[in-house]
């Protein structure tokens, strides 16, 4: 079974889930989703995507998905948009900052986001999980 028990791995996958889809989905996506209700769209044009359907599809990725990785719906799949929005985040929005700042718009969080979605994608969903509780893991 590897270094680890299966209830460890479990753990491991709720910690994982919880922590980042919580902060995703709370810290990050509903401010955009609020934004985007209240008309206020400030967003950057990526990819020759105009600034509205950029925040809708980040709304998606950071609110949607990181509730999904949160209660452990769908957890891979669900992790996938986030480790995409986590990589255009770091190496296009923040293509000229910084990977550390005491203070200033960095690389970093981005990055540790995208590591931490790496985590819940290759982790799954766990014994705690909807999935789980569905008999979908």
């Known amino acids: 079974m590897g270094i680890f028990k299966k209830s460890e791995k479990d753990l491991a996958a709720l ?3 919880v922590g980042f889809g919580f902060f995703m989905a709370f810290g990050h996506g509903l401010g955009k989703l609020q934004m985007l209700l209240a008309g206020n769209i400030q967003f950057p044009a990526l990819l020759g995507i105009s600034p509205t359907i950029n925040l809708i599809l980040a709304i998606l990725a950071e609110f949607v998905a990181g509730i999904m ?3 452990g719906l769908r957890t891979r799949l669900a992790s996938i948009p986030l480790m ?3 990589a255009v985040a ?3 929005v923040h293509a000229g900052d910084p990977l550390f700042s005491s203070g200033g718009a960095s690389k970093e969080f981005a990055l540790l986001y995208l590591i931490g979605f790496a985590g819940t994608f290759f982790l799954g969903s766990g014994r705690f999980s909807v999935d789980a509780i569905a008999g979908k893991r």
């Open 69 to 71: 990785v949160m209660i």
């Open 84 to 86: 995409i929005t986590m």
């Open 90 to 92: 770091a190496f296009m």
């Open 15 to 17: 910690i994982l889930r």
